[in-house]
Protein backbone atom coordinates (compact mmCIF):
# COMPACT_ATOMS: atom_id res chain seq x y z
CA UNK A 1 0.00 0.00 0.00
CA UNK A 2 1.07 3.66 -0.57
CA UNK A 3 0.24 5.99 2.14
CA UNK A 4 0.02 9.49 2.90
CA UNK A 5 0.54 11.00 6.26
CA UNK A 6 -0.24 14.52 6.63
CA UNK A 7 0.83 17.20 8.86
CA UNK A 8 4.59 18.38 10.44
CA UNK A 9 4.88 17.88 14.18
CA UNK A 10 5.59 15.08 16.92
CA UNK A 11 2.41 13.27 16.24
CA UNK A 12 3.23 12.82 12.54
CA UNK A 13 6.96 11.81 13.17
CA UNK A 14 5.58 8.84 15.40
CA UNK A 15 3.27 7.62 13.21
CA UNK A 16 5.24 7.36 10.30
CA UNK A 17 7.84 5.68 12.58
CA UNK A 18 4.93 3.40 13.61
CA UNK A 19 3.67 2.93 9.68
CA UNK A 20 7.15 2.30 8.09
CA UNK A 21 7.38 -0.70 10.44
CA UNK A 22 4.04 -1.85 8.59
CA UNK A 23 5.08 -4.98 6.35
CA UNK A 24 1.58 -3.91 4.21
CA UNK A 25 3.65 0.02 4.14
CA UNK A 26 5.03 -0.17 0.58
CA UNK A 27 5.71 3.55 0.07
CA UNK A 28 5.20 6.04 2.52
CA UNK A 29 5.07 9.85 2.31
CA UNK A 30 4.88 12.82 4.89
CA UNK A 31 3.13 16.52 3.58
CA UNK A 32 5.03 18.51 4.32
CA UNK A 33 6.34 16.82 7.29
CA UNK A 34 9.52 17.50 9.21
CA UNK A 35 13.53 16.06 9.57
CA UNK A 36 12.16 13.29 11.76
CA UNK A 37 9.71 12.28 9.11
CA UNK A 38 12.32 12.30 6.33
CA UNK A 39 14.05 9.52 7.89
CA UNK A 40 11.52 6.91 7.67
CA UNK A 41 9.28 8.70 4.42
CA UNK A 42 9.50 11.27 1.84
CA UNK A 43 8.58 14.21 2.60
CA UNK A 44 6.26 16.15 0.62
CA UNK A 45 6.25 19.84 0.20
CA UNK A 46 2.17 20.76 0.36
CA UNK A 47 0.97 22.49 3.40
CA UNK A 48 -1.44 20.16 5.33
CA UNK A 49 -3.87 22.55 5.35
CA UNK A 50 -3.54 22.65 1.23
CA UNK A 51 -6.78 19.96 0.92
CA UNK A 52 -6.46 20.66 -3.24
CA UNK A 53 -3.27 19.61 -3.26
CA UNK A 54 -2.86 17.09 -1.22
CA UNK A 55 -5.78 15.30 -3.00
CA UNK A 56 -3.73 15.83 -6.33
CA UNK A 57 -1.05 14.29 -4.93
CA UNK A 58 -3.21 11.49 -3.96
CA UNK A 59 -4.37 10.94 -7.16
CA UNK A 60 -0.68 11.08 -9.25
CA UNK A 61 1.12 8.79 -6.86
CA UNK A 62 -1.76 6.26 -6.37
CA UNK A 63 -2.19 6.59 -2.39
CA UNK A 64 -4.31 4.01 -0.93
CA UNK A 65 -4.79 5.47 2.33
CA UNK A 66 -4.37 9.31 3.60
CA UNK A 67 -3.63 9.60 7.38
CA UNK A 68 -4.69 13.23 8.88
CA UNK A 69 -2.69 13.94 11.81
CA UNK A 70 -4.12 17.45 12.81
CA UNK A 71 -7.34 18.54 13.33
CA UNK A 72 -7.35 21.82 11.51
CA UNK A 73 -7.49 20.09 7.67
CA UNK A 74 -10.39 17.54 9.72
CA UNK A 75 -12.60 20.67 10.24
CA UNK A 76 -12.12 22.23 7.11
CA UNK A 77 -13.20 18.89 5.39
CA UNK A 78 -10.17 16.91 3.91
CA UNK A 79 -12.59 13.49 4.32
CA UNK A 80 -15.22 14.86 2.87
CA UNK A 81 -13.07 16.35 -0.71
CA UNK A 82 -11.09 12.77 -0.77
CA UNK A 83 -14.27 11.08 -0.91
CA UNK A 84 -15.62 12.96 -3.73
CA UNK A 85 -12.85 11.61 -5.71
CA UNK A 86 -13.23 8.10 -4.24
CA UNK A 87 -9.82 8.73 -2.21
CA UNK A 88 -9.66 6.93 0.84
CA UNK A 89 -8.90 9.54 3.87
CA UNK A 90 -8.42 8.17 7.15
CA UNK A 91 -10.09 11.10 9.75
CA UNK A 92 -14.18 11.94 10.84
CA UNK A 93 -15.53 13.58 7.98
CA UNK A 94 -16.27 17.68 8.18
CA UNK A 95 -20.00 16.99 10.28
CA UNK A 96 -18.28 14.81 12.63
CA UNK A 97 -14.82 17.14 13.31
CA UNK A 98 -17.26 19.26 14.44
CA UNK A 99 -17.12 17.66 17.48
CA UNK A 100 -13.57 19.33 18.25
CA UNK A 101 -14.35 22.57 15.86
CA UNK A 102 -16.93 24.04 18.00
CA UNK A 103 -17.28 23.59 21.71
CA UNK A 104 -19.99 24.61 21.31
CA UNK A 105 -21.20 22.03 19.50
CA UNK A 106 -19.75 19.40 21.59
CA UNK A 107 -21.26 20.47 24.79
CA UNK A 108 -24.70 20.70 23.76
CA UNK A 109 -24.23 17.42 22.37
CA UNK A 110 -23.79 16.39 25.69
CA UNK A 111 -26.15 17.99 26.98
CA UNK A 112 -28.45 16.23 24.59
CA UNK A 113 -27.50 12.94 24.90
CA UNK A 114 -27.03 13.16 28.96
CA UNK A 115 -23.51 12.39 28.48
CA UNK A 116 -21.84 13.77 32.14
CA UNK A 117 -19.71 17.09 31.75
CA UNK A 118 -19.42 20.62 33.43
CA UNK A 119 -22.46 22.91 33.41
CA UNK A 120 -21.87 25.42 30.71
CA UNK A 121 -23.19 28.13 29.08
CA UNK A 122 -22.55 29.97 25.37
CA UNK A 123 -22.67 33.43 24.38
CA UNK A 124 -21.93 35.25 21.44
CA UNK A 125 -22.80 38.73 22.64
CA UNK A 126 -20.36 40.55 24.84
CA UNK A 127 -22.75 42.30 27.17
CA UNK A 128 -24.83 38.99 27.68
CA UNK A 129 -21.55 37.53 28.31
CA UNK A 130 -20.74 39.68 31.21
CA UNK A 131 -24.16 40.23 32.51
CA UNK A 132 -23.68 36.21 33.08
CA UNK A 133 -20.81 37.16 35.27
CA UNK A 134 -21.97 39.89 36.91
CA UNK A 135 -24.74 37.87 38.12
CA UNK A 136 -22.98 34.57 39.69
CA UNK A 137 -21.32 34.48 42.54
CA UNK A 138 -17.99 35.10 42.71
CA UNK A 139 -15.59 32.17 42.48
CA UNK A 140 -13.47 29.86 39.61
CA UNK A 141 -14.76 29.15 36.25
CA UNK A 142 -13.50 28.07 32.67
CA UNK A 143 -13.66 30.68 29.57
CA UNK A 144 -13.07 28.95 26.41
CA UNK A 145 -13.49 30.16 22.92
CA UNK A 146 -15.71 27.88 21.08
CA UNK A 147 -13.56 27.72 17.95
CA UNK A 148 -10.35 25.59 16.82
CA UNK A 149 -7.22 28.27 18.85
CA UNK A 150 -4.61 26.12 18.71
CA UNK A 151 -4.63 24.91 21.89
CA UNK A 152 -4.64 28.93 23.27
CA UNK A 153 -8.57 29.00 23.74
CA UNK A 154 -9.31 28.40 27.40
CA UNK A 155 -8.31 30.33 29.94
CA UNK A 156 -9.22 28.92 33.80
CA UNK A 157 -10.04 31.42 35.95
CA UNK A 158 -9.77 31.68 39.84
CA UNK A 159 -13.17 34.46 39.41
CA UNK A 160 -15.00 36.76 37.80
CA UNK A 161 -12.88 39.46 37.02
CA UNK A 162 -10.19 36.90 35.16
CA UNK A 163 -13.05 35.64 33.63
CA UNK A 164 -13.75 39.42 32.86
CA UNK A 165 -10.77 39.67 30.85
CA UNK A 166 -10.94 36.39 28.96
CA UNK A 167 -14.14 37.40 27.61
CA UNK A 168 -12.98 40.86 26.91
CA UNK A 169 -10.20 39.05 25.14
CA UNK A 170 -12.30 36.78 23.14
CA UNK A 171 -15.29 38.71 22.10
CA UNK A 172 -14.19 42.29 21.79
CA UNK A 173 -10.62 42.14 21.18
CA UNK A 174 -11.00 38.94 18.86
CA UNK A 175 -7.82 37.53 19.79
CA UNK A 176 -8.92 33.77 18.38
CA UNK A 177 -10.40 35.61 15.42
CA UNK A 178 -13.70 33.99 14.52
CA UNK A 179 -12.72 30.79 16.87
CA UNK A 180 -13.60 33.24 19.62
CA UNK A 181 -16.84 34.22 18.08
CA UNK A 182 -18.40 32.24 20.42
CA UNK A 183 -16.97 31.82 24.39
CA UNK A 184 -18.08 29.11 26.34
CA UNK A 185 -18.23 28.99 30.57
CA UNK A 186 -17.87 26.19 32.41
CA UNK A 187 -18.20 24.76 35.75
CA UNK A 188 -14.39 24.54 36.95
CA UNK A 189 -14.04 21.15 37.52
CA UNK A 190 -11.02 19.49 40.02
CA UNK A 191 -9.45 15.64 40.15
CA UNK A 192 -7.44 13.63 37.90
CA UNK A 193 -6.82 14.57 33.77
CA UNK A 194 -6.85 11.50 31.86
CA UNK A 195 -6.80 11.41 27.89
CA UNK A 196 -8.52 8.77 26.33
CA UNK A 197 -7.93 8.19 22.47
CA UNK A 198 -10.80 5.74 20.94
CA UNK A 199 -10.51 4.05 17.57
CA UNK A 200 -14.10 3.89 15.90
CA UNK A 201 -15.48 3.61 12.36
CA UNK A 202 -19.17 4.70 14.18
CA UNK A 203 -19.99 0.95 14.77
CA UNK A 204 -17.06 -1.13 16.30
CA UNK A 205 -15.50 0.99 19.19
CA UNK A 206 -11.79 0.28 20.42
CA UNK A 207 -10.68 2.55 23.69
CA UNK A 208 -6.60 2.71 23.22
CA UNK A 209 -4.97 2.85 26.89
CA UNK A 210 -5.08 5.82 28.82
CA UNK A 211 -2.68 8.33 28.74
CA UNK A 212 -1.82 11.43 31.14
CA UNK A 213 -0.73 14.84 29.16
CA UNK A 214 0.64 17.69 31.39
CA UNK A 215 -0.32 20.91 29.64
CA UNK A 216 1.15 23.55 32.20
CA UNK A 217 4.46 24.53 31.16
CA UNK A 218 5.98 24.09 34.54
CA UNK A 219 7.42 21.64 36.95
CA UNK A 220 4.23 20.76 39.76
CA UNK A 221 1.62 22.42 36.78
CA UNK A 222 2.65 25.83 37.60
CA UNK A 223 2.27 28.43 34.72
CA UNK A 224 0.49 28.77 31.73
CA UNK A 225 -0.85 26.12 29.50
CA UNK A 226 0.91 24.80 26.51
CA UNK A 227 0.29 22.32 23.90
CA UNK A 228 1.47 19.49 26.24
CA UNK A 229 4.92 19.24 27.77
CA UNK A 230 4.77 15.25 28.51
CA UNK A 231 2.75 12.15 28.79
CA UNK A 232 2.94 9.10 30.67
CA UNK A 233 0.95 5.77 30.01
CA UNK A 234 -0.75 3.59 31.16
CA UNK A 235 -2.43 5.61 33.54
CA UNK A 236 -3.68 4.12 36.64
CA UNK A 237 -7.12 3.81 36.42
CA UNK A 238 -9.75 1.69 38.93
CA UNK A 239 -11.59 -0.71 36.52
CA UNK A 240 -14.57 0.88 38.08
CA UNK A 241 -13.51 3.98 36.93
CA UNK A 242 -12.51 2.58 33.19
CA UNK A 243 -16.01 0.84 32.76
CA UNK A 244 -17.74 4.06 34.11
CA UNK A 245 -15.27 6.01 31.11
CA UNK A 246 -16.69 3.27 28.40
CA UNK A 247 -20.43 3.27 29.32
CA UNK A 248 -20.94 6.91 30.40
CA UNK A 249 -18.68 8.50 27.83
CA UNK A 250 -17.42 6.76 25.11
CA UNK A 251 -20.10 4.29 23.99
CA UNK A 252 -22.72 7.28 24.52
CA UNK A 253 -20.33 9.46 22.37
CA UNK A 254 -20.49 7.48 19.14
CA UNK A 255 -23.83 6.54 19.50
CA UNK A 256 -25.27 10.47 19.77
CA UNK A 257 -22.95 11.04 17.01
CA UNK A 258 -25.07 8.43 14.91
CA UNK A 259 -28.07 9.63 16.06
CA UNK A 260 -27.48 12.96 14.75
CA UNK A 261 -26.27 12.08 11.67
CA UNK A 262 -22.80 12.36 12.50
CA UNK A 263 -21.22 8.90 12.13
CA UNK A 264 -17.97 9.06 13.27
CA UNK A 265 -15.18 7.65 11.75
CA UNK A 266 -10.80 7.91 13.31
CA UNK A 267 -9.44 8.58 16.42
CA UNK A 268 -12.02 9.99 18.96
CA UNK A 269 -10.30 11.73 21.94
CA UNK A 270 -12.00 12.05 25.15
CA UNK A 271 -10.23 14.88 27.81
CA UNK A 272 -11.91 13.83 30.97
CA UNK A 273 -11.44 15.05 34.21
CA UNK A 274 -11.75 12.39 36.90
CA UNK A 275 -14.10 13.89 39.53
CA UNK A 276 -15.08 12.12 42.95
CA UNK A 277 -18.76 12.52 41.34
CA UNK A 278 -17.20 10.22 38.61
CA UNK A 279 -15.83 11.08 34.81
CA UNK A 280 -16.64 13.94 33.09
CA UNK A 281 -16.10 15.14 29.57
CA UNK A 282 -13.57 18.35 29.40
CA UNK A 283 -13.58 18.25 25.61
CA UNK A 284 -13.18 16.08 22.68
CA UNK A 285 -10.70 15.92 19.58
CA UNK A 286 -11.29 14.68 16.58
CA UNK A 287 -7.87 13.07 16.47
CA UNK A 288 -5.24 11.87 18.19
CA UNK A 289 -3.21 13.84 20.21
CA UNK A 290 0.30 15.60 20.39
CA UNK A 291 2.47 14.11 22.38
CA UNK A 292 0.03 11.39 23.89
CA UNK A 293 0.51 9.91 20.53
CA UNK A 294 4.16 9.13 20.51
CA UNK A 295 4.37 6.74 23.86
CA UNK A 296 1.31 5.43 22.66
CA UNK A 297 2.53 3.76 19.37
CA UNK A 298 5.66 2.78 21.12
CA UNK A 299 3.27 0.81 23.17
CA UNK A 300 1.45 -0.54 20.43
CA UNK A 301 2.36 -3.86 19.47
CA UNK A 302 0.26 -4.74 16.29
CA UNK A 303 0.20 -3.13 12.89
CA UNK A 304 -1.17 0.43 12.99
CA UNK A 305 -2.32 0.18 9.08
CA UNK A 306 -4.41 -2.54 8.94
CA UNK A 307 -6.64 -0.87 12.17
CA UNK A 308 -6.24 2.54 10.08
CA UNK A 309 -7.24 1.20 6.88
CA UNK A 310 -10.38 -1.02 8.25
CA UNK A 311 -11.72 1.96 10.26
CA UNK A 312 -11.43 3.94 6.98
CA UNK A 313 -13.12 1.50 4.98
CA UNK A 314 -15.75 1.21 7.69
CA UNK A 315 -14.89 -2.36 8.70
CA UNK A 316 -13.10 -2.35 12.45
CA UNK A 317 -14.90 -4.96 13.38
CA UNK A 318 -13.00 -7.16 11.43
CA UNK A 319 -9.73 -6.48 13.14
CA UNK A 320 -8.18 -8.33 16.22
CA UNK A 321 -7.70 -5.52 19.08
CA UNK A 322 -4.72 -4.15 19.40
CA UNK A 323 -2.16 -5.68 21.69
CA UNK A 324 -0.03 -3.03 24.02
CA UNK A 325 3.19 -3.20 25.58
CA UNK A 326 2.63 -3.84 29.17
CA UNK A 327 5.60 -1.01 30.13
CA UNK A 328 5.40 2.22 30.79
CA UNK A 329 6.30 4.97 27.84
CA UNK A 330 6.86 8.23 28.96
CA UNK A 331 7.73 10.90 26.62
CA UNK A 332 9.11 14.35 27.01
CA UNK A 333 9.08 17.94 25.35
CA UNK A 334 11.78 19.86 25.13
CA UNK A 335 10.74 23.75 24.08
CA UNK A 336 12.05 26.71 22.49
CA UNK A 337 13.33 29.46 25.02
CA UNK A 338 10.06 31.60 25.61
CA UNK A 339 7.55 29.06 24.97
CA UNK A 340 4.35 29.16 25.26
CA UNK A 341 5.29 32.69 24.86
CA UNK A 342 7.42 34.37 22.28
CA UNK A 343 10.31 32.41 20.98
CA UNK A 344 12.67 32.78 18.33
CA UNK A 345 13.04 29.91 15.38
CA UNK A 346 16.31 28.77 13.77
CA UNK A 347 18.06 28.13 16.93
CA UNK A 348 20.92 25.18 16.35
CA UNK A 349 20.29 21.80 17.79
CA UNK A 350 23.49 20.01 18.89
CA UNK A 351 23.59 16.15 20.30
CA UNK A 352 20.10 14.47 18.54
CA UNK A 353 22.93 11.57 16.75
CA UNK A 354 24.91 10.97 20.55
CA UNK A 355 21.16 9.62 21.36
CA UNK A 356 21.44 5.55 21.06
CA UNK A 357 17.96 5.44 19.69
CA UNK A 358 15.75 2.11 18.78
CA UNK A 359 12.35 0.21 20.17
CA UNK A 360 13.11 1.60 23.37
CA UNK A 361 14.12 5.00 22.82
CA UNK A 362 12.70 7.30 19.94
CA UNK A 363 13.56 11.30 19.37
CA UNK A 364 10.56 12.31 17.66
CA UNK A 365 10.99 15.86 16.18
CA UNK A 366 7.77 18.21 16.50
CA UNK A 367 9.25 22.20 15.77
CA UNK A 368 12.47 21.48 13.72
CA UNK A 369 13.90 22.21 10.46
CA UNK A 370 17.31 21.15 8.70
CA UNK A 371 19.86 23.50 7.20
CA UNK A 372 21.17 23.68 3.87
CA UNK A 373 24.02 21.50 4.72
CA UNK A 374 21.79 19.16 6.70
CA UNK A 375 22.46 20.33 10.59
CA UNK A 376 19.50 20.70 12.92
CA UNK A 377 18.00 23.83 13.95
CA UNK A 378 14.56 25.09 15.83
CA UNK A 379 11.40 25.61 13.97
CA UNK A 380 8.53 25.83 16.72
CA UNK A 381 8.06 25.98 20.39
CA UNK A 382 7.85 22.26 20.96
CA UNK A 383 10.95 21.19 19.11
CA UNK A 384 11.65 17.41 20.22
CA UNK A 385 9.86 14.82 22.06
CA UNK A 386 11.93 12.28 23.31
CA UNK A 387 9.92 9.52 23.95
CA UNK A 388 11.20 5.83 26.16
CA UNK A 389 10.00 2.41 27.31
CA UNK A 390 10.94 1.60 30.64
CA UNK A 391 9.68 -1.66 33.20
CA UNK A 392 8.14 1.30 35.66
CA UNK A 393 8.06 4.72 35.34
CA UNK A 394 11.63 5.27 37.20
CA UNK A 395 13.08 3.30 34.26
CA UNK A 396 11.44 5.11 31.67
CA UNK A 397 11.83 8.29 33.09
CA UNK A 398 15.44 7.95 33.77
CA UNK A 399 15.85 6.86 29.99
CA UNK A 400 14.09 10.17 29.17
CA UNK A 401 16.28 12.40 31.01
CA UNK A 402 19.03 11.13 30.39
CA UNK A 403 18.78 11.53 26.36
CA UNK A 404 17.79 14.43 26.94
CA UNK A 405 21.18 15.54 28.96
CA UNK A 406 23.19 14.35 25.43
CA UNK A 407 20.84 17.42 23.34
CA UNK A 408 21.26 20.83 23.91
CA UNK A 409 19.64 24.27 22.54
CA UNK A 410 19.75 27.95 23.17
CA UNK A 411 17.08 28.42 25.90
CA UNK A 412 15.92 24.32 26.17
CA UNK A 413 13.35 23.98 28.57
CA UNK A 414 11.65 21.21 29.62
CA UNK A 415 9.56 19.54 32.51
CA UNK A 416 11.28 17.49 34.82
CA UNK A 417 8.56 15.55 36.54
CA UNK A 418 6.76 13.97 33.73
CA UNK A 419 5.45 10.62 35.31
CA UNK A 420 7.21 11.21 38.39
CA UNK A 421 3.67 10.39 40.65
CA UNK A 422 2.91 7.24 39.04
N1 LIG B 1 -14.31 22.64 33.06
C1 LIG B 1 -13.02 22.60 33.39
N2 LIG B 1 -12.64 22.54 34.69
C2 LIG B 1 -11.34 22.55 35.05
N3 LIG B 1 -10.31 22.61 34.17
C3 LIG B 1 -10.61 22.66 32.86
C4 LIG B 1 -11.97 22.65 32.40
N4 LIG B 1 -11.95 22.68 31.06
C5 LIG B 1 -10.66 22.72 30.69
N5 LIG B 1 -9.83 22.69 31.77
C6 LIG B 1 -8.35 22.73 31.75
O1 LIG B 1 -7.91 23.45 30.60
C7 LIG B 1 -7.19 22.59 29.71
C8 LIG B 1 -7.52 22.96 28.26
O2 LIG B 1 -8.91 22.83 28.05
P1 LIG B 1 -9.50 22.02 26.81
O3 LIG B 1 -10.97 22.12 26.86
O4 LIG B 1 -8.89 20.68 26.78
O5 LIG B 1 -9.05 22.93 25.57
P2 LIG B 1 -7.91 22.86 24.48
O6 LIG B 1 -7.22 21.55 24.59
O7 LIG B 1 -8.67 23.03 23.22
O8 LIG B 1 -7.04 24.04 24.78
C9 LIG B 1 -7.59 21.19 30.11
O9 LIG B 1 -6.59 20.25 29.76
C10 LIG B 1 -7.79 21.34 31.61
O10 LIG B 1 -6.53 21.31 32.29
MG1 LIG C 1 -7.32 19.80 25.55
Redesign the pocket.
Known amino acids: MNVLVVGSGGREHALCWKLRQSPLCKRLFCAPGNPGTKLVADNVDIAADDIQGLLRFAIAENIDLTVVGPEAPLCAGIVDEFQKQKKLCFGPNKAAAEIEGS ?1 AFARELCRRHRIPG ?1 SFQVYEELGMARSFLDNRPDGPI ?1 V ?1 ASGL ?1 A ?1 K ?2 T ?1 CKNNDEARAAVTECLEKRRFGEAGGQVVF ?4 EGQ ?1 VSLITLTDGRTIVPFEPARDH ?1 AVGDGDKGP ?1 TGGMGVITPVAMLPRTTAQVESQIVFPTVHAMNRENRRYHGFLYA ?1 L ?1 LTTQGPRV ?2 YNCRLGDPETQPLLMRLQSDLLPLLLATAEGKLESQQPPVWDKRVAVCVVACSGGYPGDYKKGVPIFGVDRVQQGPDLQVFHAGTSQRLGGDLQTAGGRVLAVTALGADAAAARAKVYAALKQIEFAGMHFRTDIGAKA
Open positions: KPVKAGGVVEEFLEKNGMLE
